[in-house]
C-alpha cells in the first residue's frame, strides 16, 4: 500500500494463491517443488514451496486496505480501499463471465472524502460490503455498500474524484449506500458477525460497538482503547479479539461490558492480530519491527456457570524468517500454515507445529497427539521387551495374587511365574522365618522368635566364642576333617538356609532328596559332598546321568570324584585344581575347589558368586569358625546390599538392612510390589514406619488402583492390615445430621449402645429389626426413603408389604451388622435418596429421579458408574 509496508492475503477459495498489496496488486500461485523442479523466475518460500507471478495490477494507486471477494464467483474480485474513502472493486486477470463484467472498476463514494480504514464482505450477503472511515462532522464514517445496486447519480461533487486516477463513467460510480453508521465518530476496524447477517461490530475511536441493521438508530457499545483489528474467532463466535499499543483484549459478546482477558502487553505496538481459521482458540499477534510471531493457544477448561474465571493461555513464539516481518496470513484450509512477507517483499512459506502430548496409560500403551491426529505406538510382534517390563510383570502377578498367600509363603515365588531365582530364594527365606518363629513362640513364648526375622547375621553375632571344632569322618573315604560344632544358632541358620528341617535332627537326607525331585543333580551331589559323603554324592551324579533330562558328562565327573586322592602332590589333585574352572555348573567347580583346597581355606567355595547364597552361608556355619564366620557374613552381606541381591535377605533378616537391601533392589527394578509384600511379612514396627517401606507400599496401592484392579487393592489393604494392625484405617465417612452435624452411623448400626439398649427408643424384638428414625443426638426425624417413604434407619426387611421382596431375600442370607440395602444413598445433584435396594431396584428400569416432577437423572451423573474393574479382562 501506498508509503505503507506490504500486506498479504490468502484467496479465501483459491488455496493455491495469494496476493501482496502495497503500491500495487501483484497475485501468486503456489506450487509444491517436492516432486518437481524449481523453475526459472520462481520464487522460493520454503523447502517444499515456490511462488510464481501470475499477474499486476496497477490501476488502483492511494490504498489503504484490501479484502477479497467471499463468493466462489467471481473468483478474484477484490474491494480496495483509498486514501479519499472511494471503495473500488478490481481484478486480478481476465474474468470471461459477462455476469460479473461489469462489477469491474465500479466505485462507490463517499459524501465527503476522507481515508478509508477497513474494508469487510459480509460472510452470508457476499454483495454487501462495509467500510469503514475516518472521522467528519457531517457524514458517517460506517458504510455499508450493495455491490449490485444500479444507483447512478446526476451530478458527481469535483471534491470526490480530486485524488481519482483519471476520467471515471458516472455510470460505474454508486453514491448511495445502503447503511450509514456511526455519525460524528471515527471506524478503525470492521468485521462481521457470523451468527447474523446484520450484526456488524466496529472499532470506533473511543468504543467497540454493535450495530444491528434491523434497528440502525440504537448499538451496544462498550468504551474502550482497543478498537483497532477487531476479528473474530472463527470456531467460537462470541469470542473477539482486538488490540491497542502492545496490548491485545479479548471480548466474549454475550458479557461485552469488559474484556474476558488482557493478553501480555507487548513493548512495541502491535500491526496485526489474526484467528487461526484451522485450529480452534489459536491467536497469532505481530508487533513492529519484529521477526518473531507470538502465539497465543487458548485451553478452555469445564467451569460451573456464574464462575468468571480466565481460560488458560499457552503462549510462546516462532520465528518464520531472519528479517523484519510486515506482515501474516494464516492458510485458510492447510493446518497451522502461513505465509509471511517482509517490508522489502521477501515471502516465507511457514508451518506452525503443534505441541505434541504425550499420554502413557497404566497398562503400557502409549500415545501422543500432535494437531488432529492421535497416534499409538504399537509393538512389533516378534518384540519380547514388554514382556521384560517390570509393570507388566507386576500386572499379571496382581492378577494371580502374588504375595498373599500367607500360609504356604513359598509359594508365592510360583505366583509370580517362577522364573526368578532370586524371589524363589526370597520367598523360601521368608518361609523358613515364618515356620521357625512360630515354632520357637511355641516353645518359650517372647524367647527368640523376633531373632528369626532379624537374619543369620544377627543369629550368628549373637553366638560368637561358644563354638568349638572338631574331627568328622568321611563316609567312603579313610579320611576327617575340621567340622564346628553345631550350637542351637548355627542350627538354625542351617534351618533358615533350608539344609536341615525343624527339630534336633541335623540329618540334610530330605534335604537331597527333594534336591534330586526337581532335577537339581549338580547342587545334591555338592551339599552331599559338603557333609563328608563322598559316596552319597557319586551316587547321585550317577542317578543324574541316567535319567532322562541328565547330562552324560555327570558319569565322567562321578568317575572323577571316586578317583580322588588326599595326597597333596598327587596328579588327581593337579588336574582337577587346573580343570575345574573349565565346568559349567558352579556347582561343580566347588566340588572340586572343596576337594582341593587346604584346610581352613574354603575361598573357591565361598567367594563362587554363581552358587545361591542360601548354600555358601551353609557351608560356612559347617565350616567356619566364629571369627572367621562373623567377617563372612559381614562381607557378603555388604555385598548383597550395593547389587540389590535379594538373596541377602537371609542374611539382613526384616530390619534396617533388609531395607537398605530392598531399596537397592527397587532403585535398580522398581518392584514396589515384592518389596512391599515382603515388608509386611514380619518386620517389626520400627521397620515398617520407615518412609522407605510406607513410600514402596503406598505407590503399589497407587498401581493397583491406576490399573483398576480395586478389588487386589482391597485385598492389599486387608492383607496389610492383618500383618500391620498399626494401619488398619479409622472410619473415614459417616452419616451426620442435618440439624445438628453430629455423626447418626450409631443409631443406625445393629450394635446397641454401651448402657442403653433399644427399648429407650420404643423398640422391642431383636437387635437385628432395629427401627431407629431419629437423630441420637438432636431427636431430629432422619429423612424419608423416596419410595417406600419410611424414615432413614429404618433396616428394609422391616418395611410394609416388603415381606417378599427381593431385599428381604438378600438380608435373609447374610447376618453382617450393615446391610448394604439399609445404606443411606442419596443424588449429590438433587438431594434424594432412600434405602440402596430400592435406588438401585428403582434405576434398574428407569432413568429419571423416582421424586414426582424431578426430572434428574441421577445415576448417569455418577462419572464412575460405568467403569469396570480391569481384573475381569484378560491380560
Avoid at 440502525?216 to 462498550?222: A, E, H, I, R, Y
Avoid at 458479557?255 to 502487553?265: A, R
Avoid at 492378577?399 to 505366583?415: A, C, F, K, P
Avoid at 547375621?457 to 573315604?477: C, F, Y
Wanted: net charge neutral; aromatic share 8%; hydrophobic share 35%.
Amino acid at each position: 500500500m501506498s508509503g505503507t509496508k506490504p500486506d498479504i492475503l490468502w484467496a479465501p477459495h483459491q488455496v493455491d494463491r495469494f496476493v501482496v498489496c502495497d503500491s500495487e496488486l501483484s497475485l501468486y500461485h503456489v506450487e509444491s517443488t517436492v516432486n518437481s523442479e524449481f523453475k526459472a523466475g520462481s520464487l522460493r518460500l520454503s523447502e517444499d514451496s515456490a511462488a510464481t507471478l501470475l499477474s499486476i495490477n496497477s490501476e488502483t494507486p492511494y490504498m489503504k486496505c484490501v479484502a477479497w471477494y467471499l463468493n466462489y464467483d467471481p473468483e478474484c474480485l477484490l474491494a480496495v480501499g483509498q486514501a479519499n474513502g472511494r471503495v473500488v472493486l478490481t481484478s486480478l486477470g481476465q474474468d470471461h463471465n459477462s455476469k460479473f463484467k461489469d462489477l469491474i472498476g465500479k466505485e462507490f463514494v463517499p459524501k465527503h472524502a476522507r481515508q478509508c480504514n477497513t474494508l469487510a464482505w459480509n460472510p452470508l450477503d457476499s454483495n454487501w460490503l462495509a467500510a469503514g472511515l475516518d472521522k467528519h462532522r457531517a457524514d458517517f464514517s460506517v458504510l455499508i455498500w450493495d455491490i449490485c445496486s444500479k444507483y447512478t447519480p446526476d451530478i458527481v461533487p469535483m471534491e470526490k474524484v480530486r485524488l481519482s486516477a483519471g476520467e471515471t463513467e458516472t455510470t460505474l460510480l454508486v453514491t448511495k449506500p445502503l447503511y450509514e453508521l456511526g455519525q460524528n465518530d471515527a471506524c478503525l476496524s470492521l468485521c462481521w458477525l457470523p451468527r447474523d447477517q446484520k450484526l456488524l461490530l466496529a472499532g470506533m475511536h473511543r468504543n467497540l460497538a454493535i450495530f444491528d441493521l434491523r434497528n440502525t438508530s440504537q448499538k451496544m457499545f462498550v468504551n474502550t482503547k482497543a478498537v483497532q483489528g477487531v476479528t473474530v474467532d472463527p470456531y467460537f463466535h462470541d469470542r473477539v479479539a482486538s488490540f491497542y499499543e502492545g496490548q491485545v483484549a479479548i471480548w466474549d459478546l454475550r458479557k461485552f461490558e469488559k474484556p474476558v482477558l488482557t493478553l501480555t502487553e507487548q513493548p512495541k505496538p502491535l500491526t496485526k492480530v489474526a484467528w487461526c481459521p484451522t485450529r480452534t482458540g489459536l491467536l497469532a499477534t505481530l508487533t513492529r519491527d519484529s521477526n518473531i510471531i507470538r502465539l497465543y493457544d487458548m485451553q478452555h477448561t469445564p467451569t460451573p456457570i456464574g464462575d468468571e474465571t480466565e481460560p488458560t493461555i499457552i503462549e510462546r513464539s516462532v520465528q518464520p524468517c531472519d528479517n523484519y516481518i510486515a506482515s501474516f496470513a494464516w492458510h485458510p484450509t492447510s493446518q497451522n500454515r502461513m505465509i509471511v512477507v517482509t517490508p522489502n517483499r521477501t515471502m516465507s512459506d511457514f508451518t506452525v507445529f503443534e505441541r505434541i502430548s504425550l499420554a502413557w496409560s497404566p497398562i503400557t500403551s502409549l500415545m501422543w497427539a500432535c494437531g488432529r491426529h492421535l497416534y499409538e505406538c504399537a509393538e512389533e510382534e516378534n518384540d519380547n521387551s514388554l514382556e521384560k517390563d517390570i509393570a507388566t510383570k507386576m500386572r499379571l502377578r496382581a492378577l494371580s495374587r502374588y504375595g498373599l498367600d500367607t500360609e504356604q509363603v513359598w509359594r508365592n515365588h510360583i505366583l509370580a511365574g517362577n522364573e526368578d531365582p532370586q524371589l524363589k530364594s526370597l520367598w523360601y527365606t521368608l518361609h523358613f522365618m515364618k515356620q521357625y518363629t512360630e515354632d520357637m513362640d511355641q516353645k518359650s513364648p517372647g524367647n527368640k522368635g523376633s531373632l528369626v526375622y532379624s537374619g543369620i547375621k544377627s543369629i550368628v553375632k549373637s553366638s560368637l566364642g561358644m563354638v568349638e571344632s572338631s574331627r568328622h569322618n568321611w563316609s567312603g573315604l579313610d579320611k576327617q576333617t575340621d567340622i564346628q560344632n553345631l550350637n542351637e544358632e548355627r542350627i538354625l541358620a542351617l534351618q533358615l538356609c533350608g539344609w536341615i528341617k525343624k527339630g534336633t535332627d541335623v540329618d540334610v537326607g530330605p534335604f537331597l532328596n527333594s534336591l534330586v525331585q526337581e532335577g537339581e543333580w549338580e547342587r545334591a551331589a555338592a551339599v552331599a559332598l559338603f557333609n563328608l559323603d563322598i559316596r552319597r554324592a557319586i551316587q547321585i551324579l550317577n542317578e543324574g546321568a541316567s535319567s532322562e533330562k541328565g547330562d552324560l558328562n555327570l558319569n565322567v565327573v562321578a568317575m572323577a570324584l571316586s578317583g580322588y586322592t588326599d595326597e597333596k602332590n598327587s596328579l588327581w589333585r593337579e588336574m582337577c585344581s587346573t580343570l575345574r574352572l573349565q565346568l559349567n555348573n558352579p556347582y561343580l567347580c566347588v566340588m572340586f575347589a572343596f576337594l582341593t583346597s587346604e584346610t581352613g581355606s574354603y575361598d573357591g567355595v565361598l567367594y563362587e558368586n554363581k552358587v545361591a547364597v542360601r548354600d555358601r552361608v551353609a557351608f560356612a556355619c559347617k565350616f567356619l569358625s566364629d571369627s572367621q564366620l562373623n567377617r563372612y557374613i559381614e562381607k557378603l552381606t555388604n555385598e548383597m546390599k550395593e547389587a540389590g541381591n535379594l538373596e541377602g535377605i537371609l542374611l539382613t533378616g526384616l530390619t534396617k538392612d533388609g531395607v537398605d537391601l530392598m531399596e537397592s533392589y527397587v532403585d535398580r527394578t522398581g518392584d514396589v510390589q515384592t518389596a512391599s509384600y515382603c515388608m509386611l511379612q514380619g518386620s517389626p514396627l520400627d521397620v515398617l514406619k520407615d518412609e522407605r517401606v510406607q513410600y514402596w507400599i503406598e505407590n503399589y496401592r497407587n498401581l493397583l488402583d491406576a490399573w483398576r484392579f480395586w478389588h487386589k487393592r482391597a485385598e492389599f489393604d486387608i492383607h496389610r492390615s492383618k500383618l500391620d494392625p498399626s494401619s488398619k484405617p479409622l472410619a473415614q465417612v459417616f452419616v451426620s445430621c442435618n440439624f445438628c452435624g453430629k455423626s447418626i452411623s450409631y443409631s443406625c448400626s445393629t450394635v446397641p449402645h454401651q448402657g442403653r439398649g433399644f427399648s429407650q427408643y420404643g423398640v422391642s424384638g431383636s437387635p437385628t429389626k432395629s427401627k431407629v428414625t431419629s437423630c441420637p443426638g438432636c431427636r431430629k426425624p432422619l429423612p424419608r426413603c423416596a419410595l417406600c417413604l419410611i424414615n432413614m434407619g429404618t433396616p428394609v426387611s422391616s418395611c410394609p408389604g416388603g415381606s417378599k421382596s427381593d431385599e428381604k431375600v438378600d438380608l435373609s442370607k447374610d447376618k453382617k451388622l450393615a446391610q448394604f440395602n439399609n445404606w443411606f444413598t442419596w443424588c449429590h445433584n438433587c438431594r434424594h435418596g432412600g434405602h440402596a435396594g430400592h435406588m438401585l431396584s428403582w434405576f434398574r428400569d428407569h432413568a429419571e429421579c423416582p421424586v414426582s416432577a424431578c426430572t434428574c437423572k441421577c445415576m448417569q451423573l455418577d462419572t464412575t458408574g460405568n467403569l469396570v474393574p480391569a481384573e475381569t479382562v484378560q491380560p
